[in-house]
């Protein structure tokens, strides 16, 4: 199995602009989830899916941010405009209904917003 | 989800075992603890989940005593590799709604020569 793959891996964009991160999650896994990683802040959850529908979204910092999951292979989140205090490891991870505390993440996207 | 305390770091040496303990107190009767590791430049990888006494794989065991209160991830042997941040997490394994993981400070490991 491939893993949680998650696409670009590493993004610069200036503010302002749209950023659309990628995420395909482990084939058959129920649940993904979106994570936001900060020095300050840590390991942020945002988002989760179930079955391909947004459970609790309570973590999106606001309405520039938004996340879809049109299938069960295939995820975005959406920054729109982008800000620099955007600018943070987004990590993607998927799990299994019965064992939703065991996630796996994908590698991460690194954006920096300038 | 109950509140984990865990110290901030931790160093080592090869060879050597390395104990974290993590308090949560405020541990409910249907609360799981779980343990991740994160290394630089990567997602935090899932390592051991228990519920009561010990569990042991082939990465680490968890130690945790009869109140719950705590919990302690033992990790044999540590090399350099092993240098990392380990997460403790503690709720409901499953949930009608808000099966959240909720990632607190974690403890910084380094693991020297």
């Known amino acids: 199995d491939a893993g949680v793959i998650q696409s670009p891996r590493h993004e610069v964009t200036e503010m302002g602009q749209e950023v659309t991160l990628r995420c395909k999650p482990i084939s058959g896994h129920d649940y993904l989830f979106w994570y936001r990683q900060t020095m300050m802040r840590g390991l942020e959850l945002l988002i989760y899916?179930?079955?391909?529908?947004?459970?609790?979204d309570s973590g999106m910092p606001e309405d520039r941010f938004s996340a879809k999951m049109p299938n069960a292979s295939f995820s975005t989140l959406k920054i729109q405009p982008s800000e620099p205090r955007d600018s943070a490891v987004y990590f993607c991870?998927?799990?299994?209904?019965?064992?939703?505390?065991?996630?796996?993440f994908g590698p991460g996207t690194r954006l920096t917003v300038t | 989800l109950a509140k984990t305390t865990q110290p901030i770091s931790m160093d080592s040496y090869e060879g050597q075992e390395v104990n974290i303990t993590c308090s949560h107190n405020n541990i409910a009767t249907n609360d799981y603890i779980t343990w991740y590791q994160q290394f630089p430049s990567q997602g935090p990888r899932f390592i051991i989940q228990g519920y009561k006494t010990k569990v042991t794989n082939e990465v680490a065991s968890l130690f945790i005593p009869a109140d719950r209160k705590s919990s302690t991830l033992s990790l044999p042997r540590v090399s350099l590799s092993d240098t990392a941040v380990y997460y403790c997490l503690v709720g409901a394994a499953f949930k009608a709604a808000g099966n959240k993981l909720t990632f607190g400070g974690g403890t910084r490991v380094l693991v020297k020569p």
């Open positions: 991870a998927s799990s299994l209904r019965r064992e939703v505390y065991e996630q796996y």
């Open positions: 899916f179930n079955n391909n529908v947004p459970i609790d």
